[in-house]
């Protein structure tokens, strides 16, 4: 019954920003990690950015130091700030949750695995 809702995707000129935002459908008790995939056409799909309970954070090579990942726990939503968007950087970016939904599901470590339904960025001139 739970589910991820994507949206901030678009078309934007080389250098410009956007930034992502992925929410669960419903309250869930607890996000063990979130994470923004991408794939482009011709390409494998690539982990770019993931954010852990503790708060700790990864980034692909190739993004490290223009995007940027972060959380509301409040709002169970995870955001990609992407800035300095190069044409490289089009791609689908999907969002990838590990969510326990129940405290008793979180107490024994249980968990779900969702996915987004994806959302197109464009980056061209």
């Known amino acids: 019954q739970v589910q991820l809702v994507e949206s901030g995707g678009g078309l934007v000129q080389p250098g410009g920003s956007l930034r992502l935002s992925c929410a669960a459908s419903?309250?869930?008790?607890?996000?063990?990690?979130m994470d923004w995939y991408r794939q482009a056409p011709g390409k494998q799909r690539e982990l770019v950015a993931g954010?852990?309970?503790?708060?700790?954070?990864n980034y692909a090579d190739s993004v490290k130091g223009r995007f940027t990942i972060s959380r509301d726990n409040a709002k169970n939503t995870v955001y990609l700030q992407m800035n300095s968007l190069r044409p490289e950087d089009t791609a689908v970016y999907s969002c990838?949750?590990?969510?326990?939904?129940?405290?008793?599901?979180?107490?024994?470590?249980?968990?779900?695995?969702?996915w987004g339904q994806g959302t197109l960025v464009t980056v061209s001139s």
């Open positions: 990838h949750a590990k969510v326990s939904p129940t405290y008793a599901d979180y107490a024994l470590d249980r968990y779900l695995e969702l």
């Open positions: 419903r309250s869930i008790f607890s996000i063990k990690a």
């Open positions: 954010i852990r309970s503790t708060g700790s954070t």
